[in-house]
T-cell receptor
Framework: DGGITQSPKYLFRKEGQNVTLSCEQN?????MYWYRQDPGQGLRLIYY???????QKGDIAEGYSVSREKKESFPLTVTSAQKNPTAFYLC???????????FGSGTRLTVV | GENVEQHPSTLSVQEGDSAVIKCTYS??????FPWYKQELGKRPQLIID?????GEKKDQRIAVTLNKTAKHFSLHITETQPEDSAVYFC???????????FGAGTRLTVKP
């Protein structure tokens, strides 16, 4: 998976449930990101973290939460406060060398 | 913050023709402009990028041009092939500022 792994690939959530999406990287990258992808809207930034134990809100952080307890891991929790959580979620990382993001393979979340 | 607009949203070309996708950005401090290709059901992958100190960069059949004065950059694909069919995203950021913004994407279809 190119050094960054997302799981699960598909996730189904019932109304009112919190669910957590996993993102793990072994690239020794400092920065990690969560994006949401909806048809026709490109990639929208949810949260990002530049360093362990620190993270910042992106453009659409409401209804989401994250943690960064380890450099390798940046899990995203989709809470019941997120009104329209059905989407494709992409995790990415960025190292301090030339080059763009490395993306995970994504998690498709569906509310049932 | 940065705002990236991308056009067209869909593009259909005949195999062997050229394809051009254009993006504009709003933040004059942006200095890093990557392009990503996302095939159906897969993760976005970096295909080419350009920095603000360069006006043009080419890699085989793909090239990117940047006009910092006008704040726009373009992706050019020559001699298109069916395997070029995908969604292409442009992005802009202040390098290492960890605030990359993506365009809405262009769905390119190359007809054999």
């Amino acid at each position: 998976d190119g050094g960054i792994t997302q799981s699960p690939k598909y996730l189904f959530r019932k109304e009112g449930q919190n669910v957590t999406l996993s993102c793990e990287q072994n690239l020794n990258h400092d920065a990690m990101y969560w994006y949401r992808q909806d048809p026709g809207q490109g990639l929208r930034l949810i949260y990002y973290s530049q360093i362990v134990n620190d993270f910042q809100k992106g453009d659409i952080a409401e209804g989401y939460s994250v943690s960064r307890e380890k450099k390798e891991s940046f899990p995203l929790t989709v809470t019941s406060a997120q009104k329209n959580p059905t989407a494709f979620y992409l995790c990415a990382s960025l190292g301090q060398v030339d080059g763009g993001y490395t993306f995970g393979s994504g998690t498709r979340l569906t509310v049932v | 913050g940065e705002n990236v607009e991308q056009h067209p949203s869909t593009l259909s070309v005949q195999e062997g023709d050229s394809a051009v996708i254009k993006c504009t950005y709003s933040d004059s401090a942006s200095n890093y402009f990557p392009w990503y290709k996302q095939e159906l059901g897969k993760r976005p992958q970096l295909i080419i990028d350009i920095r603000s100190n360069v006006g043009e960069k080419k890699d085989q059949r793909i090239a990117v041009t940047l006009n910092k004065t006008a704040k726009h950059f373009s992706l050019h694909i020559t001699e298109t092939q069916p395997e070029d069919s995908a969604v292409y995203f442009c992005a802009a950021s202040r390098k290492w500022d960890n605030d990359m913004r993506f365009g809405a994407g262009t769905r390119l279809t190359v007809k054999p």
